[in-house]
């Protein structure tokens, strides 16, 4: 027996094996041994290297490799490498027996899809229209092969392909023969075509607008080599002459105007003021509404003026969105309520069924704002909970309704496509086992939802374990939806650096779902997600001898130092949770920059947080740990209370000192 299995059933306090269930000796020391692939399944070598081959495209390989995958857990996935090695020459007998063997598995879906856009690049439209209604979801790709099939007998079809004109992204290539149909038969008009150029310029996206344009007739459309050179020093172009009489020339100083606004919004609306004149009335109405959406992402005093210059243009979501954050942060609830009526989601979304709420009983329209306020209360997230508190209500985690028995999640955990799941995380392979796991989801009810959920949890997958309890619609298990491993190591941090365990819980949902070794595709590592140079700075500031980078995924070391971060910036920020949170997630400087000019509420303050990421992640956090406290405290929780008001910086606020 290996020396190894002498280690003692019951590890130190504080130690990572510690932070862990205390199973038998024997099954940690064979769970130790899985992650280090000590005791690898037969077979998985050899998938190993069948996945090696089909990324180089050895096919020979692939043949060679196939059999010994018989019967194994992940053979669905050497039979899909070996057909889409061949797939351009396979028949379609072949395809078909693969997808009827692997019917309703992520490899089906797959290979459907991959066998879908083959059929459509080669105008098979027979085989394409047979196999597309078994499709679980469509992509713009095979949606425009589709489009081009029915256009072979319906002229409708084609004109359903304007509503994917209508975008900054490039399009496949599949949609391009609808786009020349559309153009040659007058049902892609001219104004239609510049709608597209400024949709893509406005994203900055010069290519997606030249080649829009080539649809203009000849010599209408703007030079590309200029635009590019606008994209790179927009005020340079301002201040040279155009000829007003042409579009193209417009358009191109429109584009100045508004890629300048990019990084000054006053510059741009200088420059602009003096040359609107020469524009026709929606042109000047739509450089206004983009000057005043980059107002508003920098929180600009003169935002809401320039969206008035706006007049009626038409604006879309995101900037109307915007719009409504600088009312808000303003305090101005009638030009909130417009921002929001004028959205063509009419506010469904749940910031703003809200905000507009709170914005018709600030105006005493009570009976309005209760319409909107009371389905959104029954929903578990952070705007859901503000809602039941303006109702009067209180913040508390649903109790459990129901409870798997122990052979339902066996029967759960027998689910093949969660098999495979499990197989290839065993592998190391999160990404495919994430997808796996997912498409497999998709079709359970609540109780088996659930079940799944605890067969996460008995596998130590915490993240999984989170994000499929989430998925629940009616029937609910908040332990496992704010499953909270680890909690033993983060209570003695908290309580020395005096954190709320609740919030520092809601911090590493969001950050890492739990799972110890993530890595993000900046670098942060851990549970709490800490950066190499935050990591350093910490470890010299609390005297951490022998200090490494690879330390950094150890339990008590990560919440160790990430909680001393944590206590650093909420000191920093006069002891403000939520400043403190948007500053672990976007850093303390930029926290401190966001801070208003007149104290508001908390909530209110961090819908306006330019950065997309923080703002939700704020949002989620402080959500989070009102669920957290709820079910340590079997107590109702505020999280207006908890959340607070957020004023301008005090002369007295901290040095920011050394923080990375």
């Known amino acids: 027996m290996p020396a190894c299995f002498s280690l003692p059933c019951e590890p130190k306090t504080g130690s990572k094996m510690a932070a862990m269930k205390k199973p038998t000796c024997l099954w940690m020391v064979f769970a130790l041994f899985a992650i280090n692939g000590a005791f690898a399944a037969p077979g998985d070598d050899d998938f190993m290297a069948m996945r090696e081959a089909f990324r180089v495209n050895d096919a020979r390989r692939l043949d060679a490799l196939a059999p010994r995958l018989k019967g194994h857990v992940l053979e669905p996935y050497a039979a899909y490498w070996q057909l889409r090695s061949r797939l351009d020459d396979a028949d379609p007998q072949t395809v078909r027996a693969f997808l009827a063997e692997y019917k309703d598995s992520f490899v089906a879906e797959r290979m459907r899809a991959d066998w879908l856009k083959r059929l459509g690049k080669n105008q098979q439209w027979e085989l394409f229209d047979a196999e597309r209604p078994q499709l679980g979801e469509d992509d713009v790709e095979i949606t425009c092969y589709a489009l081009q099939s029915r256009a072979r007998t319906d002229a409708n079809a084609v004109r359903e392909a304007r509503s994917l004109w209508f975008t900054e992204k490039d399009t496949p290539a599949s949609c391009a023969p609808l786009f020349t149909q559309l153009a040659a038969s007058n049902q892609l008009s001219v104004q239609d075509i510049w709608a597209r150029v400024r949709l ?106 320039w969206y008035a210059r706006a007049g009626a243009a038409d604006m879309s979501d995101y900037q109307l969105e915007w719009k409504a954050r600088a009312a808000l942060r303003a305090g101005d609830w009638k030009t909130l309520i417009s921002a929001v009526d004028a959205m063509v989601v009419e506010g469904k979304d749940s910031p703003w069924r809200y905000w507009k709420a709170r914005a018709l009983k600030t105006l005493g329209r009570d009976a309005e704002a209760l319409a909107l306020l009371k389905p959104l209360s029954q929903e578990y997230i952070f705007y859901g909970q503000l809602a039941l508190e303006e109702l009067g209500g209180k913040i508390s985690a649903p109790p459990s309704t129901y409870t798997p028995t122990a052979a339902e999640v066996q029967l759960a955990g027998q689910t093949p496509g969660l098999r495979r799941a499990l197989a290839l995380y065993a592998l190391g392979l999160r990404a495919e086992g994430n997808r796996e796991w997912m498409w497999t989801l998709r079709s359970m009810d609540d109780k088996k939802l659930i079940a799944a959920a605890e067969v996460a949890k008995r596998h130590d997958m915490p993240d999984r374990v989170i994000n499929t309890a989430d998925k629940t619609a009616s029937v609910h298990d908040f332990r496992l939806r704010y499953h909270a491993p680890y909690r033993d190591v983060l209570k003695g941090h908290a309580e020395r650096h005096g954190l709320d365990q609740a919030w520092v819980l809601g911090l590493i949902r969001q950050e890492s779902r739990f799972m110890t070794e993530v890595r993000s595709s900046a670098g942060a590592m851990g549970l709490m997600q800490l950066m190499p140079g935050t990591a350093q700075w910490v470890a010299g500031k609390m005297g951490l001898k022998n200090w490494r980078w690879g330390n950094v995924t150890d339990v008590d070391t990560n919440i160790s130092l990430g909680t001393y971060y944590l206590r650093h910036v909420y000191d920093y920020l006069d002891s403000n949770a939520a400043l403190a949170t948007a500053a672990y997630n976007a850093g303390p400087g930029r926290a401190r920059a966001w801070r208003p000019d007149r104290t508001m509420e908390a909530a209110a303050w961090a819908e306006t947080i330019p950065f997309n990421e923080t703002r939700h992640y704020v949002k989620l956090v402080m959500a989070n740990a009102s669920y957290y406290a709820s079910l340590f405290t079997q107590q109702s929780q505020s999280l207006k209370a908890r959340i607070g008001e957020v004023g301008p910086a005090g002369p007295a606020q901290k040095a920011l000192g050394d923080t990375p």
Request: aromatic content about 8%; cysteine-free.
């Open 200 to 305: 893509a310029l406005g994203a900055g996206q010069v290519g997606v607008a030249s080649r829009s344009a080539a649809f203009l007739p000849p010599g209408q459309g703007p030079n590309p080599t200029v635009l590019s050179a606008v994209s790179q020093n927009p005020a340079g172009h301002l201040t040279r002459p155009f000829d007003a009489a042409s579009r193209a020339a417009r358009e191109t100083a429109m584009f100045a105007a508004y890629r300048l606004a990019r990084t000054s919004p006053q510059q741009a609306a200088m420059h602009w003021s003096g040359m609107e004149s020469r524009f026709t009335e929606d042109e000047r109405g739509f450089v206004w509404g983009h000057i005043g959406l980059q107002g508003a992402l920098r929180h600009d005093p003169q935002t809401l003026q």
